[in-house]
Nanobody
Framework: QVQVVESGGGLVQAGGSLRLACVAS????????RGWYRQSPGKQREFVAG???????LYADSVKGRFTLSRDIAKNTVYLQMNSLEPEDTAVYYC???????????????WGQGTQVTVSS
């Protein structure tokens, strides 16, 4: 069983920054991989960024150059640094540990409960 917990959400003004953290515990081959997703009211959940077990990263076009992934393997934690935030970034941000061999579009995996990010204009 794998447990995933996100933290770091909050309210920030446009142009500001937040850093989200995703801690995972348990045993799976992909414990060091993470995908970040977000969902705003009335919209489907969308992929934001992902880091593979090997450290390869992928970002959605909407966040490239503004969001950055990093991780501390010893702490089983992946961080999502979000800079130059825009009101359009307002959403609940979810983190997941992906199943082995899956793509970032795969909805399977171990999901956290989400953390709210609100960007005011």
């Amino acid at each position: 069983q794998v447990q995933v917990v996100e933290s770091g959400g909050g309210l920030v003004q446009a142009g500001g920054s937040l850093r989200l953290a995703c801690v995972a515990s348990g045993s799976t081959a992909t414990i060091n991989a993470r995908g970040w997703y977000r969902q705003s009211p009335g919209k489907q959940r969308e992929f934001v960024a992902g880091i593979s077990t090997g450290g390869n990263t992928l970002y959605a076009d909407s966040v490239k150059g503004r969001f950055t992934l990093s991780r501390d393997i010893a702490k089983n934690t992946v961080y999502l640094q979000m800079n130059s935030l825009e009101p359009e970034d307002t959403a609940v941000y979810y983190c997941k540990v992906p199943p082995p061999g899956s793509s970032w579009s795969d909805q399977r995996g171990y999901w956290g409960q989400g953390t709210q990010v609100t960007v005011s204009s």
